[in-house]
Nanobody
Framework: QVQLVESGGGSVQAGGSLRLSCAAS????????IGWFRQAPGKEREFVAA????????YHADSVRGRFTISRDTAKNTVYLQMNSLKPEDTARYHC???????????????????WGQGTQVTVSS
């Protein structure tokens, strides 16, 4: 049974930082591409960042590029999202997702991911 468990969310002021973690189990971690998505109240879930199975290819949405960084630790079966210079518009529930793929081509559509975590809430106040 595949499980993705997010942690690290919280409440911060604008300009602050948080590091989200996504711990994966029940799948071949080195064979899975991982993505981070977020969903604010009343809005659709949107792509934030993705990392390839081997960790050598990453992609960030324009809205977070230069502020957020995705990375993975194979030894810990964990993917991270370092979030700096947070803005109120970053407020959302953040979900990690996995898809079994060794491709270097990263996907940004939620339909391309097979497994999802429950999410962790990030709230940024002005």
């Amino acid at each position: 049974q595949v499980q993705l468990v997010e942690s690290g969310g919280g409440s911060v002021q604008a300009g602050g930082s948080l590091r989200l973690s996504c711990a994966a189990s029940g799948l071949t971690f080195t064979g899975a591409a991982i993505g981070w998505f977020r969903q604010a109240p009343g809005k659709e879930r949107e792509f934030v960042a993705a990392i390839s199975a081997g960790g050598n290819n990453i992609y960030h949405a324009d809205s977070v590029r230069g502020r957020f960084t995705i990375s993975r630790d194979t030894a810990k079966n964990t993917v991270y999202l370092q979030m700096n210079s947070l803005k109120p518009e970053d407020t959302a529930r953040y979900h990690c997702a996995a898809r079994n793929s060794l491709s270097q081509l990263l996907r940004t559509n939620i339909r391309d991911y097979n497994y999802w975590g429950q999410g962790t809430q990030v709230t940024v106040s002005s």
